[in-house]
């Protein structure tokens, strides 16, 4: 028995027809409007496409690197798979259910918190507005490898690729070749646009990097880094703060990696129909991010090694060193890097369009816009900022917005977004109702891993991610 919509108590078999015919319901209007999924394998393709990017080519070898190695790795995969699965699991059932843009998405149920929805759109758009500047930077240095020239010709890279960065507007150029490649995508609508291109460059993506890391590993000197990615180094860990330190940068990276506290996976979760088992399709999506992951680990620092550099932050790695390792590979290195920023690119792209995408849905349902003039009013405007984010790093204004905004989404609003679904999946909307959305169509929709499931949603990520949370900030500010 359960509680039918008026109070009474209804029949399991009857309460299930009742769903059942809701959710043909949605399922018709989601065909007519064009937002859906053409099945499992598109979805998780673009959830896929979401969560491998620049955090998984760059971000993730070089912080695990700098936190110990093989610790670091053993926390990260933990991180994955609690916090980061039951956050994912739970977002795509809250936008299974809502159907909705964000901002709907919350306001559904409750005005009040509305203002998680909108604060979903401000990290998104935070995040793009900086993202799409790399996405620009990797534009210029294909189209570099393609026709030849600096990039290329051999000396210092790390100064090439200053001069480049700094440029007053060369990279704002390129960033709008970027931005309106994706655009173009965006414009075509969920189906035939963002899944048509999920599946070709995911799969794509993987293989050029099974590549890389092949070709990586082969070259002289290539222990050294896979020594440094999976041997622990104890002295490093006490130099980046101790385990909590790391626990904090396993988080971080996790939330980043895997796209959750943005309001992307619901927005993606929106486009489902009911016949999709969410708990195993997230496992297959958080297995497969970290696979890039370490994949891109092994071809990224043993090829840094190689060279004998060091493995630095940021951009700068796969820009200033990595240019290095493809000269010294001589004419085959061209080649090799071609193959390298063509799966960087589309890394880039998948990633940079599912955080437009949470834009444009909303801008389209709540302004009645139609899908392209949606998408370019959005795209449109974060042409401004991150244009304004380009100039930023030739020292206009006095402050570095990339670093700014970087910071800003990955360690304050991403876990705050995060603990904020956690409680209004578990308090405003209810456990048991979003488990019964998880479990739909399963026989047993109160197994112990379900159960496990609610309690996990419920307590224990919003506590942890706020404990973690609030000692990331003291560390923050001890440092
Ligand atoms: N997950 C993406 C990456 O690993 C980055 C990203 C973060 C994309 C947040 C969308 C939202 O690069």
Redesign the pocket.
Known sequence: MRNGKNGFLIPFFAYRKIRFEDDQMETTQLEKDNKHWSGRFGFIMAVVG???????IW?FPYVAGQQGGAIFLFVYIVMVATIGFLLMSAEITFGRNAHANIVDAFQKRHKRWTFVGYLSILV?FL?VSY?SVIGGWITRYLGGYIIGGGFVSGGDYGGVFQDFSTHPYLPIIFNLVFLGACTFILAFGVKKGIEKVSKIMMPALFVMIVFVAVVALTMDGALEGVKFFLIPDWERITQSGGVGGIIVAAMGQAF????VG?G?NATYGAYLKKDINIPKNTAYICGFDTFVALVAGFAILPAVFSVGLEPNAGPGLIFGSLPAVFHQLGGFGIAVAIIFFVLILF?AIT?CI??LEVMIVFVEEKFKFKRVLATLTVCGVILITSTLVSLSQCGYFGVDLLEVFDLATTNFLMPVCAILMCVYIGYVWKIRKAADELTFGFQNQNGFWVRVWEIGVKYVVPLMVFVIFIFGIVGMFTK
């Open positions: 979401s969560a491998v990017g620049l955090g998984n971000r998104a995040i993202y980043f990696s895997l796209s943005i992307i890394a990633s599912s955080l």
